[in-house]
RNA sequence: UCCUGAGUAGCUCAAUGGUAGAGCAUCCGGCUGUUAACCGGAGGGUUGUAGGUUCGAGUCCUACCUCAGGAGCCA
């Protein structure tokens, strides 16, 4: 058919003074009597086009004079560079096929001006279209792309995990029962780890990369009910390990979104310099002097207490770059934590704490690989041990230190694009009063 | 689950207890360099729901519904 080339917004300068052609929509139509300014997106970008009714057909023009926003179009004409227009080139157009005119009865709902939240996430289908949900994306994407080069370059395999598990992994958190097994309860996972264990032991380093789903009544700007989390584990690993591994995949994963995602973080207007400042080292600090500082800080915090939100945020503020936790007390770690041989209250586990009050980004540590402690452990909990039985196999078969963690997507993605709730991180977020569309 | 706040045009918001209004969006008209374009005109309302107080309620009171922010819990 067609000789002129269809080419994608983003590789424009490519083109230069080419004629070509854009499939896309129409984003935004500004006009002035004898010439018309339409705005075409096409997922990879927005370029401005010119239509001068001089030199096109009367009736192209007056239909494109009057195209409805987000109608579907395909354009043709010459590139050129021209310092006016916002991505620096624009397309003269030739000419132009409407593949689907919005009707104006039933006009796009999402004007250029601005929304509320609830609007825009009841629309989040149209919403996606939009310049800075468009970003978010393409930096989400970027980061998880990074997340699994980093593993796969390191040595690790990736391995995944059941979505139905039969018990939990953290006896304390909420999970979401599902009704259609006919033996036995069967819950959405919390997190692949336990699985985790049995394949570090069978590839040596592993990591999973899947959903995961908490039932608690969490209504903050940090939290989803269904959310994405990279779990990697380590056998013949340390809580030191886990630190170092840690470090390296948040400033691997920075540092590609630096390099790759200029555009989108400036459309979302991110301060660039913080995350310039993300560098190894981090501060490392125990659970300890964390408290202390704290107190200092005015926090209410007692020794043997969870850090809340607000004591993250107070934490963050005093370095440039994420903070590494480690020595919490026991009693608020999972069962499987290792603890310290020298001070056996408190668990050889670490959370990573984001710059800018992003909270827990990564947690952590080295399991338990003794059969004696893990049983104590177990009954302690008051976990059903029958679902344990192949969990504590892989301390009976040669058991041996291991360790690792997991990462949360949504909130790396929060930190990095610097948004202010985790809803915007993802495409059609879940929440405990959100489940449409 | 608890605390606080908000529901008015398709959207974002105004309106001392006294005739419900503006901007954007839509439609019509004008404009050959617009940048969330601009200018003129038109249509568009059971003020979240149900009661109550009052001569009179968008406004005051009660209950409920929905949403937002926060707490607890967590990545």
Known sequence: MSEIPRIRITDAAKYDGQTVEIAGWLYNLRKSGKIIFPLVRDGSGIIQCVGVKATMPEELFETLKHLTQESSLIVRGKLRAEQRAQGGYELDLESADVVQRVPEETPYPITPKEHGTEFLFDKRHLHLRSRRTHAVMRVRHEIIKAIRDYFDSNGFTLVDTPIFTPAACEGTTTLFEVDYFEDEKVYLTQSGQLYNEATAMALGKVYCFGPTFRAEKSKTRRHLTEFWMVEPEMAYATLEDVKDVAEGLICFVVQRVLENRRTELETLERDITKLEAIKAPFPRISYDQAVEI??????????????????????????DRPVMVDRYPAQVKAFYFETDPERPEVALGVDVIASEGYGE?????????????????????????????????????????????????????AWLCGLDHIRETIAFPRMLYRTRP
Do not use: C
């Open 361 to 413: 980004v990564v947690g952590g540590g080295q399991r338990a690989h003794s059969l004696e402690v893990l049983e104590q452990r177990i009954r302690d909990h008051n976990l059903p041990p029958e679902a344990f039985d192949w969990y504590l196999d892989l301390r009976r078969y040669g058991s041996v230190p291991h360790a690792g963690f997991g990462m949360g997507v949504e909130r790396t993605v």
């Open 294 to 319: 704290l107190k200092r800080k005015g926090s209410e915090i007692e020794w043997g207490g969870d850090f809340g939100g607000t004591d993250e945020t107070l934490l963050a503020e005093e370095f």
